[in-house]
């Protein structure tokens, strides 16, 4: 997808998931789908934290970082943060918002993308957001991530 704001255009390039093959068994795009995306959950999530950082591609200089983002009390009250709550909306498939405890069961995402997830000011070049799910129980560094690469260009 491609946004356009104020005098720059934003390509998304691409969308990498990944995921501990512990607590999330696999995080995938559903095939022969453009924007749909896949994961099961195989052992309760009572509790779990979340981590976003935006960086720059090429040198990896964090413009902007959140971390221990309580998760829970998130979905309860997504609109705590204006911009992660509009960008949780985009990403809900059919209205079915979670909520704590997340019970083991297959989801869905939706990678439409949003001018949201963006900074109103952005210079050009190649970013990745990184957004990762952790949970105290699990042994790796994350149960799930999502990586966003994308674009910033002026437009002429």
Not at 102 to 120: A, C, F, H, T, W
Request: some cysteine; charged content about 20%.
């Amino acid at each position: 997808p491609v946004f356009r704001r104020g005098g720059s255009k934003f390509i998304m390039e691409d969308l990498i998931t990944s995921c501990d093959h512990n607590y999330v068994e696999y995080f995938q795009r559903v095939p022969n789908s453009h924007n749909l995306y896949t994961f099961r959950v195989v052992k309760l999530a009572s509790k779990f934290t979340i981590d976003i950082a935006v960086r720059v591609l090429k040198t990896k200089r964090v413009m902007y970082k959140v971390d221990n983002l309580d998760g829970c009390y998130f979905l309860t009250n997504p609109l705590m943060n204006r911009v992660f709550g509009s960008v949780y909306k985009k990403l809900i498939v059919n209205g079915s918002f979670f909520s704590c405890p997340i019970k083991p069961n297959v989801y869905y995402l939706r990678n439409d993308g949003s001018v949201e997830m963006l900074p109103s000011f952005h210079p050009p070049g190649k970013y990745q957001v990184t957004m990762r799910v952790k949970m105290h129980e699990s042994p790796g560094p994350f149960v799930m991530e999502m990586l966003w690469i994308y674009n910033v260009v002026k437009i002429k």
